[in-house]
């Protein structure tokens, strides 16, 4: 018997693809995805985060009075704290809540922006300053800016112990100290105008 005769065909391998993707490949595809949802998540959270801060802008741009301005504010307050912590507040109060949030180094600037105009918008029409509709504007216009100031600072909260469960005003004493704070830096820089005119 011939040896040669009880060989078999040779079998060609099977075909190779062309692309063979090794198992590392398809980790580094499946990081790169996870990286990809995690990112756009971070981002859709950011738009949702500020969309009421960009709405509030825009409302506080075609504001035409100091009550449009106090409702524009009351608005964006309402759409970033718990409404039991900032929907009764008025007056001082508000006025004492928004320099709370505030960073420490815009919170004079938006006392003296605001000046007094958060206790004018409950007071009746009929009661006009001596130098008329001049110095109504210019309050509105710094009132104005004191709320812009106060939306591009304060919005969205970096603390996020603005909850119902952590809130940040807990006692009516926090308020009531806060609104002697405001009440002597107004002092100080009417007697710091006063003394320069």
């Known amino acids: 018997m011939d040896p040669l005769a009880q060989l078999k065909d040779i079998h060609l391998p099977g075909a190779v693809h062309n692309y063979p993707i090794a198992p590392g490949w398809w980790l580094v595809a499946l990081s790169l995805l996870v990286l990809l949802i995690f990112v756009g998540l ?16 825009k409302q506080l741009a075609n504001a035409s009075d100091t009550v449009a301005v106090v409702n524009t504010l009351k608005w964006a307050l309402l759409a970033y704290f718990p409404r039991s912590q900032v929907a009764h507040l008025s007056g001082d109060n508000l006025k004492a809540f928004l320099t709370m949030t505030l960073p420490t180094k815009h919170q004079e600037s938006f006392q003296q922006l605001s000046a007094d105009n958060f206790n004018t918008v409950y007071q009746s029409n009929d009661k006009t300053n001596s130098q008329g509709d001049l110095l109504s504007s210019a309050n509105e216009t710094e009132f104005s800016q004191a709320a812009k100031l106060w939306l591009n600072q304060a919005l969205p909260p970096k603390d996020e112990s603005y909850s119902d469960d952590n809130s940040l005003i807990t006692e009516s004493s926090t308020i009531n100290s806060a609104i002697v704070k405001t009440e002597k830096s107004a002092l100080k820089s009417t007697e710091v105008v006063g003394a320069k005119s």
């Open 42 to 57: 971070r981002i859709r959270r950011y738009i949702v985060k500020h969309k009421a801060k960009k709405q509030a802008l």
